[in-house]
């Protein structure tokens, strides 16, 4: 990578998708965006940063003003086309305290400290004639300079656009912030690189680190999600009881508290996965947004999440544990069956999805001293697929969320979701693994890799 990394300045019109644009190739969700013209007023630096190491840098600018004013000053000049960047450079000294061309300042300045230009137009919006006065600034500049075109709403003028921006600019190209894959990332960028000899190495190399960064998200997410299965499955909670049997309000409080860790577990796995695709910035209420109405252990969750029946049976009789959250009871370290446990398999939809259900409550076994009462670790075989499910589907929208969004996280899904993963290799390879995270003993570290890899797997099916 040379010292002085690429830079670009995102410039054009108020309110045509600059800021949205940056906020993508920039994977950062802290950039301000609204509706309202003139939001940004300030040019503002946002580097993209990979181990320490600068890619590239972009500039959130604001939008023309008064481009027919400038290019008036400017065209006052006759000079030859080799002095002109002289000329726009003599335009910044003369105007830097003039509150009048503040925005022209702001988004002139990188540009003649060397940063290329991506100029941003709407293509829902008709061509007009305004926008020539900005395009020609841009050309006294003398930086090497491409024209992306933003579809912001339904309409499309795409074709007039191109026409008039291929008279000013090397390269002209269609960009959807909103919609853009990391494919179509990867691709802009190598465009960019095309725009100056000076840039091809330095951009190559930030792609080939880029696509690096962007293998390391799919593994720290994968290995979020197979920590995640691992605590919750093989959690165990504990409540001290100070007579020799439970009381129903004893009971009720344990397993409150072992559903409560295991929520809490989940969130926390969520907000990792948000943090390792650079989406820390989710407001809170959207956050609560995203499984709106389905709690962890609702059966609404259980139905789109959970397996069918059928499948549900299969695996309960690979997994050969058929059984839910059990209450047992610590009596100085022996632990004596209460009951069995919430899910059991004996029938109605509640025993297949639900985690309320609780048969009798037993004891048994002799007295031995302390006594505790314990929930967990959680045996019912449905649960693992709603926990994994409800996790896969976090980290496929989130991964494909574009920076640029700043809509609430309201997500849909529909009861195919798991079809488009889980096959019966995967499904066996799986129930292998939740078996072990469940058992209590002691789960080797190749094991975890292995479940972490086929997680892995099942990202790049959902996300490729």
Not at 50 to 77: C, I, M
Not at 378 to 403: D, E, G, Q
């Amino acid at each position: 990578m040379t010292e002085t990394h690429p830079k670009f300045a995102v410039v054009g019109h108020p309110n045509k998708g600059k800021s949205s644009i940056v906020s993508t190739l920039a994977f950062d969700d802290s950039v301000q965006i609204s509706d309202t013209p003139g939001t940004t007023t300030k040019k503002r630096s946002f580097p993209l940063t990979v181990d320490g190491r600068v890619l590239y840098e972009l500039f959130d600018t604001p939008g023309f003003q008064r481009a027919r004013s400038v290019l008036a000053w400017l065209q006052k000049h006759e000079v030859t086309a080799d002095k002109r960047p002289d000329v726009v450079q003599a335009f910044i000294n003369e105007h830097r305290d003039n509150e009048r061309f503040n925005d022209e300042i702001e988004l002139l300045e990188p540009i003649m400290a060397g940063a290329g230009i991506i100029y941003v137009v709407d293509g829902s919006k008709p061509y007009g004639e305004e926008y020539e006065a900005e395009m020609e600034i841009l050309r006294w500049t003398g930086q090497p300079s491409m024209a992306l075109i933003n579809l912001i709403d339904e309409t499309n003028y795409v074709e007039e656009w191109k026409r008039a921006l291929g008279q000013y600019f090397k390269m002209v190209r269609l960009f959807n912030p909103m919609k853009a894959t990391f494919p179509q990332h990867l691709s802009l960028l190598q465009s960019i690189a095309q725009l100056k000899e000076e840039w091809i190495e330095p951009v190559n190399e930030s792609i080939g680190l880029f696509k690096a960064f962007h293998e390391q998200m799919f593994e720290q997410t994968a290995r979020s999600i197979t920590q995640l299965l691992y605590h919750s499955l093989s959690h165990v909670e504990r409540l001290p009881i100070k007579e020799e049997d439970a009381t129903e309000k004893e009971k009720t409080l344990v397993l409150e508290r072992y559903k409560a860790r295991l929520r809490e577990y989940e969130e926390l796995e969520q907000k990792r996965v948000e943090k390792v695709w650079h989406h820390e910035n989710l407001e809170k209420a959207q956050q609560a947004l995203l499984f709106d109405g389905m709690d962890l252990f609702s059966k609404e969750s259980a139905s789109l999440f959970g397996l069918s029946r059928k499948e549900l049976l299969i695996t309960g009789t690979t997994g050969g544990a058929m059984t839910g959250a059990g209450i047992d009871l610590l009596l100085g370290g022996s632990t004596l069956f209460l009951g069995s446990a919430i899910g059991a398999m004996v029938g109605g939809a509640g025993v297949f999805f639900g985690f309320n259900e609780l048969s009798e409550v037993k004891v048994l076994g002799q007295k031995l001293g302390k006594r505790y009462l314990e929930a967990g670790p959680m045996k019912n075989v449905n649960f693992p697929y709603i926990l994994l499910n409800r996790a896969l589907f976090h980290a496929t929208k989130i991964a494909s969320r574009s920076h640029a969004l700043r809509n609430k996280v309201l997500l849909e899904m529909g009861r195919d979701f798991t079809s488009k993963w889980m096959d019966d290799e995967v499904r066996k390879s799986l129930e292998k693994c939740h078996v072990l995270f469940r058992s209590g003993d002691e789960v080797k570290p190749e094991t975890m890799k292995a479940y972490e890899e086929t997680i892995g797997m099942i990202l790049r099916r959902l996300i490729d």
